[in-house]
């Protein structure tokens, strides 16, 4: 089955700083990458997401890229603000299944 | 509009005693998924439903564990003779046919 490695796992920054979290899966199959953002006590929530059919995507501070040939994805979040802290899952899906979850990136956002 | 919806938020039961966990996913979504989040971890998937019929159930981890869903709608997840190792967030998701997945908020399960 699917296997999706995420790196870090922790990563603190300092607000106005960049920030980037990496994934790498194992499928050559998948073809459907979300990031999801999860806050204390809450369920985790789609903040972006890329199709195998697309190199890179940005919603305004976001953006997703992807390498199909090295099978790697990574969030990229610019001009970063203390709302920012949360934790960070990637995952990856063939279409309609299941999503595969890397474990997780713990981002922490200094004033 | 109306997201995913969980039910209890939080749940405590004794070791041995069964437990259900609802789920009211967003009117229209035909596909609704059981995760668990155990405490630091990433999120295991459980089941996977497309309307009432279960496709998928390779991450149940034991038999005391088991899902329906009725209308195409609602779900529960049953958990029989609870062990402590059962502690854990349990999400739900559901999603139409354009990928994405949404979450609902969780019930935290705590098995004394």
């Known amino acids: 089955g699917e296997n999706v490695e995420q790196h870090p796992s922790t990563l603190s920054v300092q607000e106005g700083d960049s920030a980037v979290i990496k994934c790498t899966y194992s499928?050559?199959?998948?073809?459907?990458f979300p990031w999801y953002k999860q806050e204390l006590g809450k369920g985790p929530q789609l903040i972006i997401d890329i199709r195998s059919n697309v190199g890179e995507k940005k919603d305004q501070r976001i953006a997703v890229t992807l390498n199909k040939t090295a099978k790697h994805f990574s969030l990229h979040i610019t001009e970063t603000q203390p709302e920012d802290s949360a934790v960070y899952f990637c995952?990856?899906?063939?279409?309609?299944?299941?999503?595969?979850f890397g474990k997780g990136t713990m981002l922490l956002v200094s004033p | 509009g109306a997201g995913v919806s969980q039910s209890p938020s939080n749940k405590v039961t004794e070791k041995g005693k069964d437990v259900e966990l609802r789920c009211d996913p967003i009117s229209g979504h035909t596909a609704l998924y059981w995760y668990r989040q155990s405490l630091g971890q990433g999120l295991e998937f459980l089941i996977y439903?497309?309307?009432?019929?279960?496709?998928?159930k390779s991450g149940l981890p034991s038999d005391r564990f088991s899902a329906e869903r009725t209308g195409g709608s609602v779900s529960t997840l049953t958990i029989q003779r609870t062990q402590q190792e059962d502690s854990a967030v349990y999400l739900c998701a559901s999603s139409s046919l354009a990928f994405v997945q949404y979450f609902g908020p969780g019930t935290r399960l705590t098995v004394t």
């Open positions: 995952a990856a899906s063939k279409g309609y299944s299941t999503l595969t």
């Open positions: 499928d050559s199959a998948s073809n459907y």
């Open positions: 439903f497309q309307g009432n019929s279960a496709p998928d």
